[in-house]
């Protein structure tokens, strides 16, 4: 609100918005110019939005008693074998042509707000960050008021976070893999864990370890890191975990999620057979015996968001 009262916010757009005419807006690189072709993302200039809702799935101190208020956006700028909502991020053709105006993604953003949500929760939004901020500019002078969450892969650019900083309250990244090689074969980015591990220093940087909560107990401030166990210690939790606590803070709250299944090409045992089952109880343990070991939080009953 601060931003936009100073004009600062509307600033940020348009350096966000001059990165698409030669797209480094996540770290593929493309170069290409999302106004007239696509990148490796699939999608142009306009945002492309797959559905929207008060959602009430999240983390409890996300979704709160009225729902968060996500936006789902559509495509993706990750292949992940086995994404769970692989319908929206990897069929870019039913997204052709679906691009709406910044005033229409603004409507989106102040109708979440008119339905009572606590927060507005921007899903895999590190392809469309410009799109985004410009319909922030738009909704933030017709009245919204809410924190934005920013409920990201891991696969994201540190100059745009950067960009970010004073804009979106929550972060909530996942952070998927710990070795170059699994993250190769399994997202088709073997970089991955280095560009996500920097993407977590400038969200840390910005937000701290702390965490900011209302009345309804529903965060408006903090981050909050996502770490799926995968079959087979494909995850490598126990790494995740000692880079977290060494080069973030031990106190960092995460998000330890247990309901892995083997969904999309990950459910062909020919092809992923590392991948094609459900976590083992003993693999549970292990990530949360790594988890109790590792994180040392004040409060741990806050800490740990097992689902």
Request: with cysteine; glycine share 6%; proline share 4%.
């Amino acid at each position: 609100m601060g931003l936009a009262e100073k004009g600062e916010l509307g600033r940020r757009a348009d350096v966000l918005d001059a990165m698409l005419a030669e797209c480094t807006v996540c770290p593929h690189q493309c170069a290409v110019d999302r106004f007239s072709e696509l990148g490796k993302c699939a999608t142009g200039s306009e945002a492309v939005v797959a559905s929207c809702m008060p959602h009430f799935g999240e983390e409890s101190v996300i979704s709160g008693r009225r729902g968060s208020g996500t936006v789902f956006l559509a495509n993706c700028n990750l292949r992940c074998v086995f994404c769970q909502n692989h319908e929206i991020s990897q069929r870019p053709k039913a997204f052709l042509d679906q691009g709406i105006s910044e005033d229409d993604l603004a409507e989106i953003f102040l109708d979440l707000q008119r339905r009572g949500c606590h927060n507005l929760n921007w899903v895999s939004p590190s392809h469309q960050v410009p799109q985004l901020v410009r319909g922030l500019v738009r909704a933030s002078g017709r009245g919204l008021r809410l924190p934005v969450v920013y409920n990201s892969n891991g696969y994201d650019s540190v100059e745009v976070l950067r960009l970010l900083d004073g804009v979106v309250d929550v972060y909530m990244p996942d952070l998927k893999y710990a070795d170059a090689d699994v993250a190769a074969q399994y997202s088709r980015v073997p970089e991955y864990p280095d560009r996500a591990r920097a993407a977590l220093e400038e969200m840390f940087r910005q937000v701290g370890a702390d965490w900011h909560l209302d009345a309804d107990q529903t965060l408006t401030r903090g981050l909050l890191i996502r770490l799926l166990v995968l079959p087979s210690g494909l995850a490598d939790i126990a790494d995740t975990l000692r880079w977290v606590a060494d080069n973030l803070s031990p106190r960092v709250k995460i998000s330890l999620l247990a309901q892995y299944s083997p969904q999309h090409l990950a459910a062909r045992t020919d092809r992923y057979p590392l991948l094609a089952r459900t976590i083992s109880a003993g693999e549970w343990t292990q990530a949360m015996e790594a988890l109790e070991t590792t994180m040392k939080g004040d409060d741990h009953s806050v800490q740990v968001h097992a689902r």
